[in-house]
């Protein structure tokens, strides 16, 4: 049974979020097609990165919790968790968006975004001998800009609150894997590639990458969401 722990994670992430997305008030099903289309782009990215990042020792995988799958070297359990994690984030972003008026004033949201990157900057600079503290960090700062400054997308403050409303169950679901409740971590790290700073057991580093990862998630839903929405008009 152990051999089911990560892909087990996997499915109760989403599993309640798949359900409700069908319910008459919520309705997320319409948008299934622009959900896996931003998804998937985003998660070649994501996957390219932990590839490379497994190779060179930064993480690897305990096959204790695993079912032995992997393409190029990835658990098919890992590469699964960058399409249940952005659902539910993705699903509960689109329903608070959808009954709740989150969305910041302008000139509290573009501070937020420039301390944000700045202080983003300050930490990769300062840790560039740590690659996962330098990589993560550093594009987290050059998304932030390119998301604000050149995308024009205005809602990374609202976004930022609902990544914060998350983090328990981020919490909880990193925590499992990162070794929470277990006899060893389902993923372990490198200590000579990270700050070493944990949340229980979660590398501060994975919260920052986590946002990045749902920030490009959200900038490519809303724009195929658009798409959809206005190609079905002209139907």
Not at 1 to 22: A, E, G, K, P
Not at 99 to 118: A, G, R
Not at 144 to 165: E, Q, T, V
Not at 211 to 233: A, G, P, T, V
Request: glycine share 4%; hydrophobic share 55%; aromatic share 22%.
């Amino acid at each position: 049974m152990l051999h089911y722990t990560y892909l087990l994670i996997n499915f109760f992430t989403v599993i309640i979020c798949f359900v409700f997305s069908f319910h008459p008030k919520i309705k997320f099903n319409r948008h299934f097609a622009a959900f896996f289309k931003a998804s998937f782009i985003v998660a070649l990215v994501f996957i390219i990165w932990d590839i490379w990042f497994t190779k060179r020792g930064v993480w690897w995988f305990n096959d204790m919790y695993l079912l032995g799958i992997r393409i190029y070297n990835l658990p098919i359990e890992e590469i699964l968790f960058f399409f249940c994690i952005p659902f539910s984030c993705i699903f509960t972003y689109f329903c608070l968006d959808k009954f709740f008026k989150l969305d910041w004033k302008p000139f509290p949201e573009k501070v937020f975004v420039i301390i944000s990157i700045v202080s983003a900057l300050g930490i990769a600079v300062c840790f560039h001998d740590k690659i996962y503290t330098f990589i993560t960090f550093l594009t987290t700062a050059i998304s932030m800009f390119i998301l604000y400054f050149m995308l024009k997308s205005r809602w990374i403050g609202k976004a930022s609150f609902i990544y914060f409303i998350l983090m328990p169950g981020f919490l909880g679901v990193n925590g499992i894997l990162t070794g929470t409740g277990l006899e060893s971590p389902i993923v372990n790290y490198n200590p000579e590639n990270f700050l070493g700073i944990r949340m229980l057991t979660i590398p501060i580093e994975d919260t920052v990458y986590g946002y990045e990862m749902i920030l490009w998630n959200i900038y490519l839903f809303l724009k195929f969401k658009k798409n959809d929405q206005f190609i079905s008009e002209e139907k």
